[in-house]
Structure formats: structure tokens, C-alpha cells
């Protein structure tokens, strides 16, 4: 008996079909993407540059330890009540000296002077400070800040910060509420 030949097989739907799979997985398959915190970074500081004095009710010092401890201005506090601290600490309350000093502030696009705080929020973190305590005290500035922006847009144009399309009042917004947090490098404040 003759042997008999085996039929070849056609590799090149082979090859389409696993094309097609590999597109189908990278079309379905979701990707993390990092986020990350968005902040305007202060420029470099010159070498020659001597050091600001400034007046320690002007400063709300927030620091986390590696406990993941919050403390406000040295007293205990609760991340949840950060943002409600943040908020008054940095709204104006002219002659109080429990409060940050208020300052005038020409803004041109208003065309007058605007009283402002003189507050800086100090934050500093320890270098065993857990990320997600590290992120949980970011967002409750970001939120803080962020509400104060809602509250003066509504205020001047009846629209949420948010929902401003014209970047010239965007603009005057920032102007009127500044994000003034000073981040401090991480050290080992409760040791190790």
C-alpha cells in the first residue's frame, strides 16, 4: 500500500486569528494610569537668598508622624476636620491675633486693592508616614482650597470655580485665593 500524504495545514489564518486576539486584548484590557498630586511647584531658591521671617500666627503647622498621627498646630488632631480647619484658618479675620494677618493686594484685573491672608500652611511628614495618610492629608487641602475657590467664584459670578470657562476669571480667582502650603522634606520626627 502507497503511503498516503498529510494534508498540510494553513497557518496563515493561524496567524490572523492570533493578531485579532491580541488586538481584542489590547482594545478590552484597561491600563492603570499613576496619578499623582497636582501642585505648582515654587521656583528653585537662589543661592544668595536669605531667609523670610515670618510671623508664627501667619503659620497653620500640620504634621504627620510616623503613626500616621496628625497634629495641628502641636495639638492632636483628625484628618477629617483638616479641611474645616484649613478653610477658617485661612479666611479673614482682620484684628484677631489668633488668625493669620490680613494684607492688601492690588489685582490688576479688578482694578482695586482686595484684602488677603497673610496664612502659609506648613505641612511636614515623617519619613515612616504611610502613603495613604500622605494622600488623605493632600486631599483634604486640595478640598479645602478647592471650596474656598467654589465659595469666591460664586460669590463674584455665581458659578462654581469648576464651571468657569472664561480663563481671565479663573485667573482672578487664583489671585483672590492663593494655595499657599509649604511642604517641609520628610524627616524622622517620632525616630526611626
Known sequence: MPKRATPEINAGSMADIA???LIFFL???TMDVDTGIIRKLPPPVEKNQD???VNDRNVLKIL???HDLLLIDGQRGDVNMLKAKVEDFMSLHPNNPKYPEVKPKY??????EVM???GVISLKNDRGTSYGMYIKVQDELAKAFHEMKDQK???MYGVKYSQL???AKVKIINKLVPVPISEAEPENVGGE
Open 165 to 167: 470657562v472664561d480663563p
Open 19 to 21: 493578531f485579532l486576539l
Open 153 to 155: 467664584s460664586l460669590q
Open 64 to 66: 504627620v508622624n510616623s
Open 107 to 112: 489685582i490688576k484685573e479688578l482694578g482695586k
Open 116 to 118: 488677603l491672608s497673610k
Open 27 to 29: 482594545v478590552t484590557t
Open 51 to 53: 531667609d523670610v521671617e
